[in-house]
Every structure is written in structure tokens, then in C-alpha cells.
């Protein structure tokens, strides 16, 4: 069955650093979003894409953020200068044009910021 | 902005008895969806209600979505331990948007005997 892939599963960052986090959305997917979890929390919208632009952004999807679909498959979220409170789990989703638009999400990776 | 409030946060299930999570949400929509985490896990989609009146069932686990009271609920019937994890909904504001789900703040579950 297919489904969202992300890597790495764990990042270890210092803070300031920029990191990269990538994920492999369902090859028939249109729709890619971006979503963070801090620890305990309940799971937060950061961004929405669709045909190479962005569609929403949430507050928190500020100037240190950005996303990207560098080629046909990957599609990425970069975090510049990164704070201690970016430490979350980050999850990817996609969704297709069906008419429930249901996301799937990825593993997520666990970005800490130290 | 669209608020999702769920309760309760913290539910201790005995083992075969039913139970009820609810989904409340302040603004229009009609696309909600309910998922499943369990720790240090992703988000697993459980149910995809798409209009008032809407039910979906799987297993144990039935939903239901009213638009107009603007609630959905998850009812569990005849727990058992390998339904303990974290629920949560999750509201698509379709009127002014799409895709930018807004999460309640999840309902852990614990099954004990």
C-alpha cells in the first residue's frame, strides 16, 4: 500500500542551525501539507501546498520557514536559524483530489534543537 | 478562528464496557476526520465524515458527524486493550479554506482489565 515516507527520522540540531526535513508524499497525490506536534500537544498546521505554491500557512509558518517540491517526488520543509521551541515532531501529509481530500501522514520526524 | 474541543481528555476504559469521545467545533464545516496515534507514532486515519448525519463503523469503533450541532462522536464499544491509544479529530474549515485541518487536543485511552 502506498504510503508517506519522511527522513531522517530523528534530527539533532543546534539552535541557529538550519535543517532540511524531507518527505516522499503518494506518488498521485496533489496536496502536501506540513504539520508539527511539540511533545504532548496536539498536532498544529504549519502549511499547505498545491501546484508548486503554497495554499495556506498557518502563524506559525513565519519567515523561518519555507517549503519546497524540489523535483518530482520529494517535497521539503526548511527551518533557518532554529530555536529551542522548533523542537517538535514533524509530520508530512498528502492528499489527492478525491472528493474527501483525507491526508495521510508520514512518521514524522523528531526534530530537537539544542 | 476555528476552535476544536474535545472531551474527554483522559479516559480510563474497563475492558469490555462502551464508551463516547466528543468532538465539538465552533465554526461551519463538513469534513471531519477522526485519526489515531499511538506513542511516538504517526497519525493513522480511522474515519472520513463528510456530511450531517454521516456514520462510519470499523470494528469497534463507530463515528458519527452532525453538522448542525456542530459534533461528532467516536463511540467505543466492548473495549479491549489494543484500542489504548490517543484519538483525535480533526475539522477541515471548508467554508473560507480547505486542507488546514485543525486538531482537538486528543483523548488519551487507556484499556486496563
Known amino acids: 500500500e502506498p504510503e508517506v515516507t519522511q527522513t531522517p527520522s530523528h534530527q539533532v540540531t543546534q539552535m541557529g542551525q538550519e535543517v532540511i526535513l524531507r518527505c516522499v508524499p503518494i506518488?498521485?497525490?496533489?496536496?502536501f501539507y506540513w504539520y508539527r506536534q511539540i511533545l504532548g500537544q496536539k498536532v498544529e498546521f504549519l502549511v499547505s501546498f498545491y501546484n508548486n505554491e503554497i495554499s495556506e500557512k498557518s502563524e506559525i509558518f513565519d519567515d523561518q520557514f519555507s517549503v519546497e517540491r524540489p523535483d518530482g517526488s520529494n517535497f521539503t520543509l526548511k527551518i533557518r536559524s532554529t530555536k529551542l521551541e522548533d523542537s517538535a515532531m514533524y509530520f508530512c501529509a498528502s492528499s489527492d483530489s478525491s472528493s474527501s481530500y483525507e491526508q495521510y501522514f508520514g512518521p514524522g520526524t523528531r526534530l530537537t534543537v539544542t | 478562528e476555528l476552535k476544536v474541543e474535545q472531551n474527554p481528555l483522559f479516559l480510563s476504559m474497563q475492558e469490555g464496557k462502551n464508551y463516547t469521545i466528543y468532538c465539538n467545533y465552533s465554526?461551519?464545516?463538513?469534513?471531519l476526520y477522526w485519526y489515531r496515534q499511538d506513542p511516538g507514532k504517526s497519525l493513522e486515519s480511522l474515519f472520513v465524515?463528510?456530511?450531517?448525519?454521516a456514520v462510519k463503523q470499523e470494528g469497534r469503533l463507530m463515528a458519527s458527524l452532525d453538522t448542525k450541532a456542530r459534533l461528532s462522536t467516536l463511540h467505543i464499544t466492548a473495549a479491549v486493550h489494543d484500542l489504548s491509544a490517543t484519538y483525535f479529530c480533526a475539522v477541515d474549515p471548508t467554508t473560507d479554506s480547505w486542507g488546514k485541518l485543525q486538531f482537538g487536543a486528543g483523548t488519551q485511552v487507556v484499556v486496563t482489565p
Open positions: 465554526t461551519t464545516s463538513d469534513r
Open positions: 506518488s498521485n497525490h496533489l496536496y
Open positions: 465524515l463528510l456530511s450531517n448525519g
